[in-house]
């Protein structure tokens, strides 16, 4: 049945006009995203079929190009879509630290790393540059590895502070299994790169294990 012959109340659109975004399923509010289903499948069948073949939104945004394009009817043009959807996504939630706002909380560097790693399907090794007021100067990805690790050289590190004229840093990295627990590799490295930026006068606030909607804090956790 085409979108426009459903009953009103049961058009995604009109629901989320109605009753907001937050009333639809993942489902509807593909279909929104969508706009068209395919020849002998209707908008709805779609996004069903969706997230069912993805597990869910997580696993259709993360898709890569191939993964994405081989589903009939979606193709470069609706990829392309979703990437724009997603940094868009990515630099709202950054903004208020690309302003210099300082960051307050363990929960802002959370709320920020999350939007630049939770997402990725490969481990990403960052650095959160920062002044002696702590705002942040530039968010870096520093190293790119397989789902298996990233190697980190700490000179590197040690070289991009410096030319950033960096007070501190927090590091955070992702652990594409979605699983946030920090590895004893983890603690050791963070120890390594703490004693380098040590013998230059920079402070290691953090660093932080970013998993599918979990961020763990090795500060906190006293792993430092």
Known sequence: MPNTDWPCDERPRERLLAHGAGSLSDAEL???????????????????HLTENFGGLRGLMTASRRQF?????????????????????????????RQGDPLRSPEDTRRFLCSRLGTYPHEV???L????RH????????????IDGAAVY??????????????????????????AEPSQADI???????EALGLV???????????????????????M
């Open 30 to 48: 593909l279909a929104i995203f969508l706009r068209t289903g395919t020849p002998g499948m209707p908008v709805m069948a779609l996004a069903r």
């Open 135 to 146: 705002r942040v100067i530039q968010y870096r990805e520093l190293f790119r590895g397989t």
């Open 69 to 97: 394009c081989d589903v009939k009817g979606l193709g470069t043009a609706k990829y392309a879509q979703v990437q724009a959807a997603m940094e868009m996504a990515r630099r709202v939630m950054d903004e208020p630290l």
């Open 188 to 194: 050791s490295l963070t120890r390594r790169l703490k």
């Open 201 to 223: 006068d920079i402070r290691v606030l953090d660093h932080m294990v970013v998993g599918h909607g979990e961020v763990i804090s090795l500060a906190e956790r006293g792993l």
């Open 154 to 179: 700490p000179r590197e590190v040690v070289r991009q502070a410096l030319e950033f004229n960096a007070a501190a840093v927090i590091f955070a990295h992702n652990h594409p299994s979605g699983v």
């Open 125 to 127: 090794f960052s650095g």
């Open 129 to 132: 540059f920062l002044d002696n």
